[in-house]
């Protein structure tokens, strides 16, 4: 019996991953190295595909090389916050690949903006880098397992500030109080 109930909450986190990968238009990858980035894909046969490089999204900083594993968090899609998280094992198929060609014309018809859509694939191909991401073992967070804390991240450090002081040349505006009031 105890096999039973693991089987189908197998299925059901299988099935919840690829139905929150699906209706997501961006996934949050966590790689080996660096913090993690919101990145477009779709879902194809049962993995994330992602493209990145020269005219596309970034992928350096991340650390996906192939037998690499990552960590892949989906939003709700109708309340928009944190579903589903998972760790992905990372491959780079070649363009000889079977996979390749039918994930890259998924990929090349969610691009948005492409300047070069006639030659898409060619590009791809040529300059970026197709990554798989399969999903691999449980969730490790899924609803009635969410930890319990806010999962914030500390801003990173920037130069930026919000409160500085005004410029001794530029003009101020100046109070003015109520004048010419008649009861």
Known sequence: MASATAVGRDGFDRALVEEAARKSALVWVRGPEGPPRALWHVWHEGAVWLVGGPGEQPLDGLGLTPGARATVSCRSKDKGGRLVVWAAEVAEPDREDPAWGP???????????????ARLAERWAAECRVLRLSPVGEPL???????????????????????VATPSGLPTR??????GRRR
């Open 103 to 117: 994930a890259v014309a998924e990929l090349a018809g969610k691009r948005l903006n492409a300047p070069d859509t």
């Open 141 to 163: 967070q899924r609803p009635g397992a969410m930890p319990d804390g806010d999962g914030a991240a500390a801003p990173l450090p920037t130069p930026a500030s919000t409160r």
């Open 174 to 179: 100046r109070r003015r109080g109520r004048t």
